[in-house]
């Protein structure tokens, strides 16, 4: 599938920024299952200080807010060849050892509720890749979907106490659990093409488990399913907080508002001309 990604991101200050940084993880990268084929960002208000991979090999973009500028718009635009590989990404690459991503973090260490579910689900553990699937539809069931129950700040075991919460909260609470089985686990921050729309509130959120002999493999709990080819993976870390798009300082900025505009859709255009460029053979399976 040959999807097209439109992410707007507009910071507005209340008052005079005297000095800021952001840090960005919005640029995916060509791995297994996926394709960059173009991609390209444009800044308003601030300017570019350098590029880096972090510890997890996401691609971040280190940005200097513009003194007294009123707001910071930060605009990506590109298209990415993506493939359905049955959620599974491949084995574990990079600097950080899998062992690392056996540790809580303070947004999914487990506590009473945590190990409560665990406990309720009868199922065989000696299959581990059959019973994550098992948890991920436990953890859908216990933990409701609804839109602004929590923020960025919300942990796995607050989440599981009320009951709902978004992706973020699904992916914290199955890795939280998965690590309690000592799976590695870590979460992954990206894009998903809505079956019914292109027009988006926000990015997406999913968890990834690494299973011995397959190696690193999606669930998104939130839609009951593992990633296929709608699914864009931007960047990972050991939770939310280390795979979140922005973060950064802003000193005198007072009060800031958010606005997001983020568009996902199929480029058919850009499929069937790779398809008459092939003799008309497809090449990547579409949904």
Known sequence: MLLTVKHTTRYAFAGEVRHGLQR?????????????????????????????????????????????????????EGVVRTADNNGVTGPHTGIMPLWC????????????????????????????????HTLSRVIGEQVEYVPGASDAHTTAEQALVAGKGVCQDHAHVFIAAGRMLDVPMRYVGGYLRMDDRDEQEAGHGWAEAHVQGLGWVGFDVSN??????????????????????????????????LDVHLSVGENRVGMQQQQAASGGQQQVQGG
């Open 224 to 257: 009951a399913i593992c990633p296929d080819e709608r699914y864009i993976r931007v960047a990972t870390g050991c939770d939310y907080a280390e795979a979140a798009p922005v973060t950064g300082i802003a000193i005198g900025a007072g009060e800031t508002s």
């Open 101 to 132: 991503f056996l540790r809580p973090t303070p947004l999914t260490r487990p506590g009473p509720k945590v190990r409560q579910l665990l406990a309720g689900i009868e199922a065989d553990r000696s299959d581990i890749l059959a019973y994550l």
């Open 24 to 76: 960005l993880r919005l640029k995916p990268k060509t791995s297994h299952g996926q394709e960059v084929i173009e991609w390209r960002m444009d800044l308003v208000g601030a300017r570019p200080e350098a590029a880096y991979d972090d510890q997890h090999f996401n691609r971040v973009d280190l940005v200097s807010i513009e003194p007294s500028a009123p707001e910071v718009v930060v605009t990506c």
